[in-house]
């Protein structure tokens, strides 16, 4: 089977690496890819958002399952083209991605089935915005719709708040996902990730995996996309778990088939779990980046099937068989991000760091260019490393990032140091 999987960031690569190892796929396509997906994909010139060049593409070259990372492409609608096309895809449909692309529609549906969530208020208008806003001292604002990871504000004061209404509203930062925002309460407690394959009705969920989202050691500074993992997260304890299942995924997979928009791919709950129990903070429709390096390299059992199962609805029966061992993805960024970075600069080391025993070195912002594997992104690499426990892998994936330079690099050194 040829298998097209969407996408060129490090998610990406570490999907191709792992569909590449199925006995079921004879070819794997990567669009764009990056310089590591060219590897062991073939990649195209075609960008995630580009769903009907896609489509003529997959056609074209009788793609047997499409594999979709990001959210945009989702959105948009691609598992609802492709599948009136007859092709098969592993990724939510165009009303089923609303889960992530809109923060109200998952805030209604969570209120409507019953689903822990922060309280929240919805405003299209600035001006009672900022009056709420100056009614409380602590809150999170977010742009209602799609805003790269970028569209949430977590303010400590009515004055921050105010900042982050007009960035979004009046200053138009993320463009019409902005039209809208939410208020809401800010809960403590300590974030995790939970993650499932569904085909709509059965649930299988992922190991445990949690990333650190802000830019500097010690969580300090900007939330960038995610600069480490590390997995399993032992904040989510076997009951715990049972009780993220049975509270949350399984009445959002039912109230989503409810709602006429039965829910298919993966679902990514991002929760806080507080002295009341686990609360969603967001869903998103897609793997987390870099919670699948990781994850990827984890997961023994073939993962061709699973994703031909949540599109064929056939998921019931089917298991996954995990390492034992511990894994840790060291993301390694270009100075800057998540502000402005350069592009363009020549990595050196990446063979040295790919041949250690139990590392892989997923590439997210490379390309290749005269023989040279250049920056291309702000997150460059994600180099992943399995261990005898957590802070076994700690040690092999920095030994590994120690190996790779370029001008410019920039890392968390404490990544999983949150473990133990
Ligand atoms: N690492 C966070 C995300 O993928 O949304």
Request: with cysteine; aromatic share 6%; proline share 6%.
């Amino acid at each position: 089977m040829r298998v097209l999987v969407v996408g060129g960031g490090g998610r990406e690569h570490a999907l191709a690496w792992k569909i590449a190892q199925s006995p079921k796929v004879e070819k794997v396509y990567c669009a764009p890819g990056n310089a590591g997906t060219s590897n062991l994909a073939v990649n195209v010139g075609i960008a995630p958002d580009q769903v009907d060049r896609l489509l003529e593409y997959a056609l074209e070259h009788s793609i047997g399952l499409t594999v979709v990372g990001p959210e945009l492409p989702l959105v948009l609608g691609i598992e609802d083209q492709f599948t009136a096309k007859g092709l098969k895809v592993f990724g939510a449909s165009k009303a089923a991605a609303q889960i992530e692309g809109s923060k109200t529609f998952s805030k209604t549906l969570m209120d409507r089935y019953g689903i822990p969530t922060p309280k929240y208020q919805v405003f299209d208008d600035p001006k009672p915005a900022r009056e709420f806003a100056r009614s409380r001292n602590r809150m999170v604002i977010k742009a209602d719709g799609l805003a790269a990871g970028k569209g949430v504000f977590v303010c400590y004061s009515p004055e921050e708040a105010l900042c982050a209404i007009d960035t979004i509203m009046e200053e138009k930062a993320f463009g019409d996902a902005g039209k809208r925002i939410l208020v809401e309460e800010l809960v403590e407690g300590r974030e995790v990730s939970f993650l499932a394959f569904t085909d709509g009705k059965t649930l299988l969920p992922l190991e445990s995996a949690q990333d650190h989202k802000r830019a500097y050691d010690g969580d300090q500074g900007p939330n960038t996309g995610g600069m480490g993992t590390y997995s399993p997260a032992p904040l989510l304890t076997p009951d715990m778990k049972d009780r993220v299942i049975s509270e949350i995924m399984y009445p959002t997979i039912r109230g989503m088939e409810k709602e006429g928009c039965p829910y298919k791919g993966v679902l990514y709950a991002g929760l806080m779990i507080t002295h009341d129990g686990p609360k969603v903070l967001e869903f998103n429709a897609r793997f987390g980046d870099p919670e699948a390096q990781p994850l990827m390299m984890r997961l023994k059992s073939d993962i061709v099937p699973v994703l031909e199962a949540c599109a064929d609805g056939t998921l019931n029966g089917l298991k996954l068989e995990w390492s034992e061992q511990a894994a840790v993805c060291v993301v390694m960024a270009a100075e800057g991000y998540p502000g402005n970075y350069p592009k363009g600069k020549i990595i050196a080391g990446l063979d040295k760091a790919d041949k250690q025993e139990g590392v892989a070195v997923f590439h997210a912002g490379t390309k290749s260019a005269d023989g040279h594997t250049l920056t291309n992104g702000g997150r460059v690499l994600g180099v992943t490393a399995l261990g005898d426990d957590i802070p076994a892998a700690i040690e092999k994936a920095y030994r590994a990032v120690a190996t790779i330079q370029w001008d410019g690099i920039h890392y968390r050194k404490d990544i999983g140091s949150r473990v133990g």
